[in-house]
């Protein structure tokens, strides 16, 4: 049996998302910015797409840009907002627990002479709304932050942090990593006064290679990739037509049912923890498994070093994540496990699984099994 | 406008009676070597020399690239062909050799020349006199300098007359398949790959043994061993890999022995392995990356009590080196920024914090003695079940 249990690193096409985006290179691959009609037609599929995901946010279609991914709109954001608002400010506030496609960026900012303040989580990756409102100041020019960490699966406020950020200063753009929660909850930029939203295609059951980046309407970005001056020379390069029209049809379909899908994650996850705690030496990370994101669960076993554990499982056909993939010789653990102050025995042996609606029981109880039979062998040959 | 390779080599030239079994090895290698590149080659000996003859088109740079791993070569002579049609003529085409080859430099030369023709009707002193006139005259920045040259022009004058200057450094040794076969323990480390490129370099072909530990080693980590199993037989010819799981036997030390002498047991394991390997594939030696005390199991303790094991000679080809000279011959052969990938391998797993630097030979046999029930079982197995895999570069 096989039980793939990394949907946050990424996850399977839909068959329909297949279809199109074979369509768009045998049939349709025209390039869109062609003035005959392989192009035109090429074109409508963008269109289409831009006009699909723009309904899942009720925001405009023309404020939907297309990237390479959820990296290149992250980055785009932080450095195209900073650069075009560097008049006002030069102060950006981001949090301690950011994917590198923000960290990395924000930490440019800093050797560009920018200000970053980077807000604290406790110990269940929440973050503590005052202590944003008071970090907002004049010269804040962005906040960045992630609505769902693609870790520990804890969730951000983003609604009341959008409020606050602008009552404290309504000039301040908010830039929301959206990479991990879009496709798993409703998410409105308008109401939550979201500047800026970055989801990426392959987490959603889209191609990889496609991203999108929401744009609101009166916010001054600059334009990173320079060239031919497609989308408005905004974001240069031949649009990416089987990736664009991919994540399109993969966003219309994950969100016609969305709230059963993440019901089913969510039961899935509370009744795989339950599970979990029944063993010994179990810790769960970040949030409780009865808040935090539906599809993804970060479990300590103790004792078992999450390299070891994820490669038993391999074997086994049950593919997930190691908390912190690293080498006997460097033990630094992830951003995240570090935020949030885990014990090194529980960094040590941290394992992330994620779900997807296509995670059954079956796959879980597997899972299950696997481990009641692992757990003890592995413990028994612990480095000494 | 180079129509041959004139190929130099120096060790083979002082052999005996058994000189032509090193020449043809060394034709075979670069025949095989050249087998990649663009264009066609015929590779020949002739009256002492080999000589590498491209057929019509080809790469030069790939060409020259190839040669340079063909172990046994001291030289690669990059040579212009001319029919025999005058002194006149040969005056000209070398004054136009020189002038391309060196344009307006201002350096020192002197001419060199070989009669092999004895019929030719000048004596190799005259044309090398004649001939030096002919350069300075076309190009008159250049000097002659008879001692400390920074250019020979080469004669060769034969049935055809040769011309070259330029020498580039093959990287010595001897043929390969000239000195028997080993086997070498390949880690993921930098040693190894280095040690095997050594070995090889003397004219011996390799076969390797790797030590997977599943699940405590990746999937990558033996990617990697192939990959750089792969970029060693870029040198050393296709390595047959054999890949052994590990796992059940260290568990088993693990399980019986005392924690600080795991490693220690567990390379003279795996030292019986690789020996059981070598048997297997008619190689006559081991072949390791040790070098003395650079780990706690490489201290000359250490060593001894690994190779005591052994009844095959354990060749140990970077025994004196430092790590830095290691590191600069991984360079070479490239195979560092693959050695340095951070994947577990089996030896780290379980080391101790504080390993043995000292065992006692006799403590440490009296700790094998616990595990007599099954090793001898484990080890034929792990041989048995072994997954060979055949490298070569492509």
Same mark, same amino acid.
């Given at each position: 049996?096989?039980?793939?249990?990394?949907?946050?690193?990424?996850?399977?096409?839909?068959?329909?998302?297949?279809?199109?985006?074979?369509?768009?290179?045998?049939?349709?691959?025209?390039?869109?910015?062609?003035?005959?009609?392989?192009?035109?037609?090429?074109?409508?599929?963008?269109?289409?797409?831009?006009?699909?995901?723009?309904?899942?946010?009720?925001?405009?279609?023309?404020?939907?840009?297309?990237?390479?991914?959820?990296?290149?709109?992250?980055?785009?954001?932080?450095?195209?907002?900073?650069?075009?608002?560097?008049?006002?400010?030069?102060?950006?506030?981001?949090?301690?627990?950011?994917?590198?496609?923000?960290?990395?960026?924000?930490?440019?900012?800093?050797?560009?002479?920018?200000?970053?303040?980077?807000?604290?989580?406790?110990?269940?990756?929440?973050?503590?709304?005052?202590?944003?409102?008071?970090?907002?100041?004049?010269?804040?020019?962005?906040?960045?932050?992630?609505?769902?960490?693609?870790?520990?699966?804890?969730?951000?406020?983003?609604?009341?942090?959008?409020?606050?950020?602008?009552?404290?200063?309504?000039?301040?753009?908010?830039?929301?990593?959206?990479?991990?929660?879009?496709?798993?909850?409703?998410?409105?930029?308008?109401?939550?006064?979201?500047?800026?939203?970055?989801?990426?295609?392959?987490?959603?059951?889209?191609?990889?290679?496609?991203?999108?980046?929401?744009?609101?309407?009166?916010?001054?970005?600059?334009?990173?990739?320079?060239?031919?001056?497609?989308?408005?020379?905004?974001?240069?390069?031949?649009?990416?037509?089987?990736?664009?029209?991919?994540?399109?049809?993969?966003?219309?379909?994950?969100?016609?049912?969305?709230?059963?899908?993440?019901?089913?994650?969510?039961?899935?996850?509370?009744?795989?923890?339950?599970?979990?705690?029944?063993?010994?030496?179990?810790?769960?990370?970040?949030?409780?498994?009865?808040?935090?994101?539906?599809?993804?669960?970060?479990?300590?076993?103790?004792?078992?070093?999450?390299?070891?554990?994820?490669?038993?499982?391999?074997?086994?056909?049950?593919?997930?994540?190691?908390?912190?993939?690293?080498?006997?010789?460097?033990?630094?653990?992830?951003?995240?496990?570090?935020?949030?102050?885990?014990?090194?025995?529980?960094?040590?042996?941290?394992?992330?699984?994620?779900?997807?609606?296509?995670?059954?029981?079956?796959?879980?109880?597997?899972?299950?099994?696997?481990?009641?039979?692992?757990?003890?062998?592995?413990?028994?040959?612990?480095?000494? | 406008?180079?129509?041959?390779?004139?190929?130099?080599?120096?060790? /083979?030239? /002082?052999?005996?009676?058994?000189?032509?079994?090193?020449?043809?090895?060394?034709?075979?290698?670069?025949?095989?070597?050249?087998?990649?590149?663009?264009?066609?080659?015929?590779?020949?000996?002739?009256?002492?020399?080999?000589?590498?003859?491209?057929?019509?088109?080809?790469?030069?740079?790939?060409?020259?690239?190839?040669?340079?791993?063909?172990?046994?070569?001291?030289?690669?002579?990059?040579?212009?062909?001319?029919?025999?049609?005058?002194?006149?003529?040969?005056? #000209?085409?070398?004054?136009?050799?020189?002038?391309?080859?060196?344009?307006?430099?201002?350096?020192?030369?002197?001419?060199?020349?070989?009669?092999? #023709?004895?019929?030719?009707?000048?004596?190799?002193?005259?044309?090398?006199?004649?001939?030096?006139?002919?350069?300075?005259?076309?190009?008159?920045?250049?000097?002659?300098?008879?001692?400390?040259?920074?250019?020979?022009?080469?004669?060769?004058?034969?049935?055809?007359?040769?011309?070259?200057?330029?020498?580039?450094?093959?990287?010595?040794?001897?043929?390969?398949?000239?000195?028997?076969?080993?086997?070498?323990?390949?880690?993921?480390?930098?040693?190894?790959?280095?040690?095997?490129?050594?070995?090889? #370099?003397?004219?011996?072909?390799?076969?390797?043994?790797?030590?997977?530990?599943?699940?405590?080693?990746?999937?990558?980590?033996?990617?990697?061993?192939?990959?750089?199993?792969?970029?060693?037989?870029?040198?050393?010819?296709?390595?047959?890999?054999?890949?052994?799981?590990?796992?059940?036997?260290?568990?088993? /030390?693990?399980?019986?022995?005392?924690?600080?002498?795991?490693? /220690?047991?567990?390379?003279?394991?795996?030292?019986?392995?690789?020996?059981?390997?070598?048997?297997?594939?008619?190689?006559?030696?081991?072949?390791?990356?040790?070098?003395?005390?650079?780990?706690?199991?490489?201290?000359?303790?250490?060593?001894?009590?690994?190779?005591?094991?052994?009844?095959?000679?354990?060749?140990?080809?970077?025994?004196?080196?430092?790590?830095?000279?290691?590191?600069?011959?991984?360079? #070479?052969?490239?195979?560092?920024?693959?050695?340095?990938?951070?994947?577990?391998?089996?030896?780290?797993?379980?080391?101790?914090?504080?390993?043995?630097?000292?065992?006692?030979?006799?403590?440490?046999?009296?700790?094998?003695?616990?595990?007599?029930?099954?090793?001898?079982?484990?080890?034929?197995?792990?041989?048995?079940?072994?997954?060979?895999?055949?490298?070569?570069?492509?």
């Amino acid at each position: 049996m096989e039980a793939y249990l990394d949907n946050s690193a990424t996850t399977r096409c839909y068959e329909e998302v297949k279809d199109i985006v074979v369509r768009t290179m045998m049939e349709d691959y025209g390039n869109p910015s062609a003035m005959h009609l392989k192009g035109v037609q090429a074109e409508n599929y963008v269109k289409e797409a831009a006009k699909e995901i723009a309904k899942t946010l009720k925001v405009q279609e023309k404020d939907i840009y297309f990237t390479s991914g959820g990296t290149e709109s992250d980055n785009w954001a932080l450095i195209g907002a900073a650069l075009a608002n560097q008049r006002k400010g030069k102060h950006v506030i981001t949090t301690v627990y950011e994917h590198a496609a923000v960290s990395a960026p924000a930490a440019w900012l800093e050797e560009q002479g920018f200000e970053v303040t980077r807000l604290p989580v406790d110990e269940k990756g929440s973050l503590s709304l005052n202590e944003l409102q008071e970090a907002v100041r004049e010269d804040t020019i962005l906040v960045s932050a992630m609505y769902v960490n693609n870790e520990l699966g804890a969730v951000l406020p983003i609604e009341e942090m959008g409020r606050l950020i602008k009552e404290k200063n309504p000039e301040t753009l908010f830039h929301v990593d959206a990479i991990q929660a879009y496709g798993k909850y409703r998410i409105f930029p308008k109401k939550m006064k979201i500047d800026l939203l970055s989801a990426s295609s392959h987490k959603i059951h889209g191609p990889k290679g496609a991203g999108f980046l929401y744009v609101g309407d009166k916010v001054k970005i600059q334009p990173l990739i320079l060239g031919g001056g497609q989308q408005k020379g905004m974001r240069s390069g031949t649009d990416n037509v089987p990736g664009i029209a991919g994540m399109g049809a993969a966003a219309r379909i994950i969100y016609e049912r969305l709230e059963e899908n993440t019901a089913h994650m969510q039961e899935l996850k509370e009744y795989f923890a339950g599970e979990l705690y029944k063993l010994e030496e179990v810790e769960i990370n970040g949030p409780d498994p009865s808040a935090g994101a539906p599809h993804i669960l970060n479990v300590s076993f103790l004792g078992v070093r999450s390299e070891v554990l994820l490669h038993a499982l391999e074997e086994k056909g049950i593919y997930v994540s190691a908390g912190s993939a690293c080498s006997s010789h460097k033990r630094t653990g992830s951003a995240s496990m570090r935020a949030i102050g885990l014990s090194p025995q529980r960094k040590e042996s941290a394992i992330r699984f994620s779900f997807s609606e296509f995670t059954s029981k079956e796959e879980l109880d597997y899972t299950l099994e696997v481990l009641r039979e692992l757990l003890p062998l592995l413990r028994r040959y612990a480095r000494k | 406008m180079y129509k041959a390779f004139l190929i130099k080599y120096a060790e /083979i030239a /002082i052999k005996g009676k058994n000189r032509y079994i090193f020449e043809d090895a060394l034709v075979q290698q670069i025949k095989y070597q050249l087998k990649n590149v663009e264009g066609d080659f015929r590779v020949v000996k002739e009256m002492g020399r080999i000589f590498v003859y491209p057929q019509g088109e080809y790469d030069y740079e790939e060409a020259v690239e190839a040669m340079k791993r063909v172990f046994g070569i001291y030289g690669i002579c990059p040579a212009v062909v001319l029919e025999d049609q005058g002194f006149e003529q040969l005056s #000209k085409d070398v004054a136009d050799y020189v002038k391309r080859v060196y344009g307006e430099k201002a350096l020192t030369f002197k001419v060199n020349t070989r009669r092999n #023709k004895k019929s030719y009707p000048m004596q190799s002193m005259e044309v090398s006199s004649e001939l030096g006139g002919v350069i300075l005259e076309a190009c008159p920045n250049m000097k002659v300098d008879v001692h400390h040259p920074q250019v020979t022009v080469n004669v060769e004058i034969r049935n055809k007359i040769y011309l070259y200057s330029e020498n580039i450094p093959g990287p010595g040794g001897m043929p390969l398949g000239t000195n028997g076969s080993a086997m070498l323990l390949l880690s993921g480390g930098i040693d190894s790959p280095v040690a095997g490129y050594m070995i090889a #370099k003397r004219g011996v072909t390799i076969d390797a043994v790797y030590f997977h530990a599943p699940p405590y080693t990746s999937e990558r980590a033996k990617q990697k061993v192939v990959d750089l199993a792969k970029l060693v037989s870029r040198y050393a010819g296709p390595i047959r890999l054999h890949i052994v799981n590990f796992t059940d036997i260290q568990l088993y /030390i693990y399980d019986k022995c005392p924690h600080e002498e795991l490693t /220690i047991i567990m390379r003279r394991y795996m030292m019986k392995i690789a020996e059981a390997f070598a048997r297997q594939d008619n190689c006559m030696a081991l072949v390791t990356g040790e070098s003395i005390g650079q780990v706690a199991s490489q201290t000359i303790h250490s060593l001894a009590a690994t190779n005591e094991v052994c009844t095959m000679p354990v060749f140990r080809p970077l025994i004196g080196f430092d790590k830095q000279e290691i590191v600069d011959v991984a360079l #070479k052969i490239q195979t560092y920024e693959t050695s340095i990938l951070p994947y577990e391998d089996c030896c780290t797993i379980f080391v101790a914090k504080h390993p043995v630097t000292k065992p006692n030979i006799q403590v440490i046999r009296k700790s094998e003695e616990r595990l007599q029930e099954k090793i001898e079982d484990m080890l034929k197995e792990a041989v048995e079940t072994a997954e060979t895999v055949i490298c070569e570069a492509q």
